[in-house]
């Protein structure tokens, strides 16, 4: 085969096949247990006692700054929250005696694409990106499974729910994490359409034209 055909064959085979070539980045293990960062808009959900009544949720100001009635105003955004966590328990038991503070965090997720109902649901760091979708209602039956996409700051992670269900590898069990997002595509046609098949096979011709006068 000459060497101009050759590249009409692959030209042809990486039309017809546009995801067979798609990379997958590898996920982060699914049960890491990660430290939690604070962004502005997250949840603080703060349980006194004995002073109960200073309970609550505190929403992290656009400042960074989450502002408590009985403790006062701390900047907490960026920083992980077990750091926030013993900042709270210390300033709390500088002020009773055997005071207990438990904190734990509550971000909004969004889920969009190929689900029942795309939107923003609040979720802590004990849950996963398949809860996420169940909060979402699941995907759609036009859903790409094995191209779930997890953005997490400045990484895509590629997650295979298709291989899942078929192996029962844990792809969607990776923790959640604030600021991340989930798209679910919808399932791209592996065959072209008559108008790209006939364009790939012009293109196809052209190139074999030109090799035979150089």
Aim: proline content about 7%; charged content about 15%.
């Amino acid at each position: 085969m000459s060497r101009s055909l050759r590249l009409a064959v692959l030209f042809l085979a990486g039309a017809l096949l546009p995801g067979a070539a798609r990379a997958q980045n590898v996920p982060p293990e699914p049960h890491a247990v990660t430290d939690v960062i604070l962004r502005p808009g997250d949840i603080m959900r703060v349980k006194f006692w004995p002073e109960q009544q200073y309970s609550g949720d505190y929403e992290v100001e656009t400042s960074g700054i989450v502002a408590m009635p009985l403790l006062g105003e701390m900047h907490v955004a960026g920083q992980p929250l077990s750091a926030v966590r013993a900042e709270v328990r210390d300033r709390y038991r500088s002020m009773t005696t055997n005071g207990v503070a438990i904190v734990s965090l509550q971000f909004r997720v969004s889920v969009i694409g190929q689900v029942a109902r795309p939107g923003l649901y609040p979720m802590d760091a004990t849950q996963s990106v398949f809860d996420a979708l169940s909060q979402a209602g699941g995907p759609t039956n036009v859903a790409d499974l094995s191209q779930i996409r997890l953005l997490r700051a400045d990484h895509v992670i590629v997650l295979n729910a298709a291989e899942e269900l078929r192996t029962g590898a844990p792809m969607l069990s990776v923790l959640l994490e604030s600021g991340d997002r989930i798209v679910v595509p919808e399932k791209q046609n592996q065959w072209l359409t008559w108008t790209n098949a006939l364009t790939a096979l012009q293109t196809v011709g052209l190139i074999i034209a030109l090799a035979r006068h150089p």
